[in-house]
């Protein structure tokens, strides 16, 4: 069965500096991959998607295959980007049902 | 556009004691979810629906059961309620399923059963 990995629960940065939140999932094809955002006190939101190749809001997420991972990365952190960040994935073969992650809270301190 | 609306919004139910929680959506979806939200779990498929009518299983959907009788309306029921499903519960709604398309979240009902 499908599984996705997020190994830090909490994740604390200073504003300004580079931030990496590790996304790594076990799928034996190949799979969609997303990165949801819940921020204090709104609804979870979609932020990038894999199939979509985008940048929002200055994160990037590359795709690695050899090593199942698919890790956000933001080069230089802002105070607005604290909050809650969920991987999940998606099968071929079940399209529509998502699989998250545990989460990882991150904290952007000025 | 009102969006993904869920009712209500808290809730605090005694063991044994049976719920419907409404999701509603004004965007004309196919697909709805309902998802369970537990600390250090991440979200949990419920039960999800393709289409008006028709529902299936997710991942975690022993003890709940959902009807989807018009489109833009998902229910989730709870017949006895236990401590165990003590949770947050998320709807969601899409064009599809295909990883195109977003899924577009509800705000969540808190609900605790004592």
């Known amino acids: 069965a499908q599984r996705v990995t997020q190994p830090e629960k909490l994740l604390s940065v200073f504003k300004g500096a580079p931030v990496e939140l590790k996304c790594n999932y076990s799928?034996?094809?190949?799979?969609?991959l997303f990165w949801y955002v819940q921020y204090s006190r709104q609804r979870l939101q979609l932020l990038l998607r894999h199939i979509s190749r985008e940048s929002i809001k200055g994160f990037t997420a590359d795709l690695n295959k050899g090593e199942t991972s698919f890790h956000l990365k933001k080069p230089f952190a802002q105070e607005e980007d604290s909050a809650m960040y969920y991987c999940?994935?998606?099968?071929?073969?079940?399209?529509?049902?998502?699989?998250f992650g545990a989460g990882t809270q991150v904290v952007v301190t000025p | 556009n009102a969006g993904v609306t869920q009712t209500p919004k808290f809730r605090v139910l005694k063991t044994g004691q049976s719920m419907t929680l409404l999701c509603a959506q004004d965007m004309n979806h196919e697909y709805m979810y309902w998802y369970r939200q537990d600390p250090g779990m991440g979200l949990r498929l419920i039960h999800y629906?393709?289409?008006?009518?028709?529902?299936a299983k997710g991942e975690v959907p022993d003890g709940y059961n959902v009807s989807r009788l018009k489109k833009q309306n998902f229910l989730l029921g709870l017949e006895s309620a236990a401590p165990s499903q003590t949770s947050v519960y998320f709807c969601a709604s899409s064009w599809t399923g295909s990883p195109t398309y977003e899924q577009y979240f509800g705000p969540g009902t808190r609900l605790t059963v004592t």
């Open positions: 629906s393709v289409g008006e009518g028709t529902t």
């Open positions: 799928y034996s094809g190949s799979p969609e």
């Open positions: 999940a994935l998606m099968t071929t073969d079940s399209w529509g049902k998502l699989q």
